[in-house]
């Protein structure tokens, strides 16, 4: 079965410092790669999105960046994290056709202080 | 741009009520219609991926209806219970696999 593996669970990193967060998916190959941001009140947005390696797509402009340099690993990165990078980061997949669920790590609670 | 509404943002029931929540979108040219459970501090949980082409799902005590046409889903749990207790999310999936996510309902069943 198809597992997803996102860490740390939470971060409290002060502003300036850089960010790296990480995604793993198991059991099964090429998948669609996502990740959203969950604000209090704000709902979930998508930050990034990935159809196969080195292949990103930015959803919005922002201090963040995304990579995938193995078929099954998503990174979220910052050079310099800002206050408002605070949030509720969550990594997700789906198979790679059209109309499939959407699977959800158990997220990552970053306070930038 | 797709716009997905859920109202109301939270409710309280008794337990053994049956739950009914509603989720809108403004778009209704969609490929699927998903369902998540979320727990506090928590990823999400699917629950329940209506395609474009279904009126309904149905898992256990869970049932999603999706009226494209009218740009509504509704999803129904039956005989509610205190581990019900949680926020439900809808997502609808439209163009360039782009997921709309509503804001959630967020549901508190009384023992």
């Known amino acids: 079965s198809q597992t997803i593996h996102q860490w740390p669970a939470t971060l409290v990193q002060p502003v300036g410092s850089p960010l790296s967060l990480e995604c793993t998916v198991e059991?099964?190959?090429?998948?669609?790669l996502y990740w959203y941001r969950q604000a209090a009140g704000r709902g979930l947005q998508l930050l990034f999105y990935?159809?196969?390696?080195?292949?990103i797509s930015s959803e919005v402009p922002q201090n963040l960046s995304a990579s995938r340099p193995q078929d099954r690993q998503f990174i979220l990165s910052s050079k310099k994290l800002l206050l408002s990078d605070s949030g509720f980061y969550l990594c997700?997949?789906?198979?790679?056709?059209?109309?499939?669920?959407?699977?959800f790590g158990n997220g990552t609670r970053l306070t930038v202080t | 741009k797709q716009e997905v509404t859920q109202i109301p943002a939270a409710l309280s029931v008794p337990e053994g009520e049956n739950l009914v929540l509603n989720c809108s979108f403004t778009?209704?040219?969609?490929?699927?219609l998903q369902w998540f459970r979320q727990d506090p501090g928590k990823g999400l949980t699917s629950l329940l991926l209506i395609q474009s082409s279904q009126r309904e799902q149905t898992s256990g005590r869970l049932n999603a209806s999706l009226d494209k046409s009218s740009g509504r889903s509704t999803l129904y749990i039956a005989a509610s219970q205190p581990g019900d207790s949680a926020t439900y999310l809808c997502a609808v999936l439209y163009g360039n696999n782009r997921l709309a996510f509503g804001k959630g309902n967020q549901v508190v069943v009384i023992p």
């Open positions: 059991g099964t190959s090429n998948p669609n």
């Open positions: 778009d209704s040219a969609i490929y699927n």
């Open positions: 990935s159809v196969g390696i080195g292949q």
């Open positions: 997700a997949w789906s198979v790679p056709r059209g109309s499939s669920p959407l699977h």
